[in-house]
């Protein structure tokens, strides 16, 4: 897989086990539909509709994590491993503690949490979820830009596909066209879908697959690899 970054699977693999996760929690936490509760009593009561939340958007996140997942654990070969770059396991390392930190945070906050849902350092469990999901948005953001540094490294896109690119260039024009043109224009703020994808997200993923576009298809389209195999 000469010439695809590792680093690109990763982020997107991350991106999407932590939307799912933060919307999983979103919709089905008891501890987080009651802290949102007795903090926005006026827009999120446990007598009133619940959290919003679109299956539809969940059910995508779940299908784009286990493609994700076959995509990255499929090259997690040997291979892969002996050739990763330090920024690669940076990553791997980011990701394996913000789990564990959110696994231990959902622990904590069910076993120490007293009646009002105030923790015991005055942090709602709530926030915790919400500085992850941002976390998750960041990552989504910028995920193409590794692959962006490796075209420009080696001066050559050979190795990534054109379907690939052109696919996720449709899906993020489909996304940042229905987030424009989005039906929560018409309702109000509170009402709006916790898991919807921020416009300045995809907006982001538009300018950085752009300049991928170029580059395969004008800046390097001649080009021969410039950077070397380890495995020749």
Same mark, same amino acid.
């Given at each position: 897989?000469?010439?695809l970054s ?6 997107q693999?991350a991106?999407?086990f +932590?939307?799912?996760?933060?919307? *999983?929690?979103?919709?089905y ?9 007795d903090?926005? $009593?006026?827009?999120?009561s ?5 959290? $919003? ?7 995508i996140?779940l *299908?784009?994590?286990?493609?994700s997942?076959? *995509? ?7 291979e892969?491993l @002996?050739?990763?770059s330090?920024e690669?396991?940076?990553?791997i390392c980011?990701f394996?503690m ?12 069910e076993?120490n949490?007293?009646?009002?849902n105030?923790?015991?350092f005055?942090?709602y469990?709530? @926030?915790?979820?919400?500085y992850l999901w941002v976390?998750g948005?960041?990552?989504s ?6 692959? +962006?540094?490796l075209?420009?490294?080696?001066i050559s896109t050979?190795?990534l596909s $054109?379907?690939y690119?052109? %696919?996720?260039? %449709?899906a993020?024009?489909?996304?940042q066209a229905?987030?424009l043109?989005s039906?929560i ?9 916790f898991?919807?994808?921020?416009? *300045?997200v995809?907006?982001l993923?538009?300018i950085?697959?752009? %300049? ?7 800046a390097?389209?001649?080009n021969k $690899?410039y950077?070397?195999r380890?495995?020749?």
């Open positions: 897989m000469y010439g590792y680093d690109l699977y990763l982020m693999f991106t999407y +932590i939307s799912l996760y933060c919307t *999983v929690i979103y919709k936490s008891e501890l987080a539909a009651r802290q949102f509760s903090r926005f $009593p006026l827009y999120y446990l007598n009133a509709e619940p959290i $919003p939340i679109s299956m539809a958007l969940l059910l996140d *299908v784009m994590l286990a493609v997942s076959i *995509v990255f654990f499929n090259c997690g070969n040997t892969l @002996e050739t990763l330090n690669s396991l940076l990553l980011i394996l913000i789990l564990i930190l959110s696994y231990f945070t959902y622990i904590c906050a076993y949490l007293p009646e009002r105030n923790g015991r005055g942090g469990y709530i @926030e915790y979820v919400n976390i948005q960041f990552l953001a910028v995920k193409y830009l590794p692959q +962006i540094s075209n420009w490294m080696g050979k190795g $054109p379907k690119l052109k %696919i996720s260039i %449709i993020t024009s489909i996304l229905s987030n043109c039906f224009d018409n309702l109000e703020f509170y009402e709006w879908p898991n919807l994808t921020p416009r *300045v995809s907006f993923q538009l950085w697959l752009g %300049i991928i576009y170029y580059q395969h298809y004008y390097y389209a001649m $690899p950077l070397k380890i495995y020749e």
